[in-house]
């Protein structure tokens, strides 16, 4: 029996497809290379904007096009919040706090709704595939409620796995090859809130797992970085120097009707610190725009912030009301095309910005954990520790999981180009 996977959304939803994907093969399935040749399609959706909603209604009937024999499985964060209406085109709908269920359909062909409002347990190890990076799951849920986040709803109350079942996870991994771990997490700095220690401890935990070469975590929230937080990421040495912290908007009204619960000075006081104690440090961030309310002159705040800080790179989009978030009712809801203005100009800044960045990376040595072969199949490519891809070109005794050293001849786009280092 074959199974198509197809995902969409963020690391945790790409987390949670490879998890069916190991509960699949290890029950003996293969994997399908296209829809066409699979008993069962899995489509994994994304539910943070009303577009990304849309996707999976699309991609299913487009499937279902291409292959009616199969058994369609509808997952992920639109499975949570609106399982009756994807039952409807769907012959299995599981929710994010229900991936066992593919046990069952692996095993007796399960059919149905499986909606859970909290996981059974969430400490449980799901199978990972081989590979020199792998996401680990540190805690599932928020209970922040972000005035326009959908990810409450979706992914329940935050709940922390124990640090235990975390580092054997790890240790697990390590013996499968695995040199470099992401943490995951809606807000990893709030880690271990239902136990007696925090994600500062575990990081000194997994930081002493042998074998393991880098450790990296995503995402964090600005209200709870700390100060003993940048000083782990200074002195742990397998902790990259790499933070992405959301800011959203510069504007401090903005930010207050968002329930973000810091401030533009807040936030910038806390970049100056990870600037100051972390060298070489990157940050990057994620930002709307056209938040409900949001003048051009809290919109130029923004992009104020943006230039004061010079993010390596920032993720951008225009505000999209989502249903139960408070912000989908609130008055002065900017138009479609302003907010599509607002979102080439701050587009167009960064693009300026991650140049001028990458640019500086020119002449240095850079340190690669190795990947893999680059997409146009011609170079080897990893990322450095601030995690920027680096393409290079092969050389024989180099493989995937080598840490090498790498001199950055030139900043491409996006990415930096260079050449093998004594
Ligand atoms: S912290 Fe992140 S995941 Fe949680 S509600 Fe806010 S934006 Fe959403």
């Not at 902790?239 to 807040?266: A, D």
């Not at 139960?324 to 080439?344: F, H, I, P, S």
């Not at 995690?387 to 090498?404: E, L, P, R, T």
């Amino acid at each position: 029996m074959k199974f198509y996977i197809k995902t969409f959304g963020c690391q945790m939803n790409e987390r949670d497809s490879e998890k069916v994907q190991g509960i699949l093969s290890n029950s003996g399935w293969s994997e399908a290379l296209s829809p066409e040749e699979a008993d069962l399609i899995v489509v994994n959706s994304c539910a943070v904007r009303e577009k990304a909603e849309q996707k999976i209604y699309s991609e299913i009937g487009r499937i279902k096009n291409k292959n009616r024999k199969a058994t369609v499985v509808a997952m992920g964060c639109v499975a949570q919040i609106n399982p009756s209406k994807l039952k409807q085109v769907a012959d299995v709908v599981v929710g994010t706090n229900t991936i066992d269920t593919f046990f069952n359909i692996a095993k007796n062909g399960a059919r149905g709704v499986f909606i859970k409002e909290n996981m059974d347990n969430p400490d449980y190890i799901f199978p990972h595939v081989e590979n020199i990076t792998a996401f680990v799951d540190i805690m599932y849920g928020c209970d922040n409620f972000c005035t326009y986040c959908i990810v409450p709803f979706t992914r329940g109350r935050e709940i922390s796995r124990k640090k235990e079942s975390i580092i054997e996870e790890i240790k697990k991994l390590v013996d499968m090859g695995t040199k470099e771990v992401m943490l995951l997490g809606q807000n990893v700095n709030s880690y271990g809130k239902n136990f007696d220690y925090n994600f500062v401890e575990l990081l000194y935990e997994v930081n002493k797992i042998e074998g393991l070469e880098r450790i990296r975590f995503t995402t964090s929230h600005p209200k709870d970085f700390s100060k003993e937080l940048i000083i782990a990421m200074r002195d742990l040495e397998k902790v990259c120097e790499h933070i992405h912290l959301p800011l959203q908007s510069g504007s401090n009204k903005i930010l207050k009707l968002m329930r973000r619960r810091y401030t533009k000075e807040e936030y910038l006081e806390k970049v100056y610190l990870f600037k100051d104690i972390v060298k070489e440090g990157s940050i990057t961030t994620d930002i709307i725009v056209g938040f409900p309310q949001e003048t051009v002159e809290d919109f130029e705040e923004t992009l104020r912030v943006v230039e004061e800080v010079k993010y390596d790179t920032s993720f951008s989009f225009k505000y999209s009301k989502r249903p139960y978030t408070k912000a989908k009712d609130m008055d002065g809801q900017v138009d479609e095309k302003e907010k599509l203005r607002r979102l080439n100009i701050l587009q167009a800044l960064q693009a300026e910005i991650t140049q001028r960045r990458l640019n500086e990376y020119v002449g240095r040595v850079q340190e690669v954990l190795v990947e893999g072969v680059s997409k146009r199949g011609n170079q080897l490519f990893g990322r450095n520790r601030q995690n920027i891809v680096v393409n290079f070109d092969f050389m024989d005794n180099i493989k995937k999981g080598d840490i090498v050293r790498v001199e950055i001849t030139k900043a491409l786009k996006h990415s930096l180009l260079g050449k093998l280092s004594g």
